[in-house]
């Protein structure tokens, strides 16, 4: 192996111990998140309100876009990750009020 070989292997060493890093605190957010949505999802059901609010729904992919971009990430992606977690949270919401 050349010195440039092994330099190269020892830096993608580096970029997968953090890629696992922050997968990890993806998936501890997402938890977290996910303990508050429920939270949410059993006062709405105790009150009966919908499980569902469009307008703060909107409101919030429109935040996540900015941000997105903000941080140089692809505002698409970023909208599709949060499309995805909110229809998991309103199936949630729905299963709480049954």
């Given at each position: 192996?050349?010195?440039?070989?092994?330099?190269?292997?020892?830096?993608?060493?580096?970029?997968?111990?953090?890629?696992?890093?922050?997968?990890?605190?993806?998936?501890?957010?997402l938890?977290?998140?996910?303990?508050?949505?429920?939270?949410?999802?059993?006062?709405?059901?105790?009150?009966?309100?919908?499980?569902?609010?469009?307008?703060?729904?909107?409101?919030?992919?429109?935040?996540?876009?900015?941000?997105a971009?903000?941080?140089?990430?692809d505002?698409?992606?970023?909208?599709?990750?949060?499309?995805?977690?909110?229809?998991?949270?309103?199936?949630?919401?729905?299963?709480?009020?049954?």
């Open positions: 192996m050349t010195d440039a070989t092994a330099r190269a292997a020892e830096i993608l060493k580096e970029h997968r111990q953090s890629i696992d890093r922050l997968d990890a605190i993806l998936v501890y957010t938890a977290e998140r996910f303990k508050h949505t429920q939270a949410v999802g059993k006062l709405k059901a105790a009150h009966d309100l919908p499980p569902s609010d469009p307008a703060r729904e909107a409101r919030q992919i429109e935040r996540l876009e900015r941000l971009e903000e941080a140089n990430l505002p698409e992606f970023a909208k599709k990750f949060l499309t995805f977690i909110i229809g998991e949270v309103i199936r949630h919401h729905e299963k709480l009020q049954k």
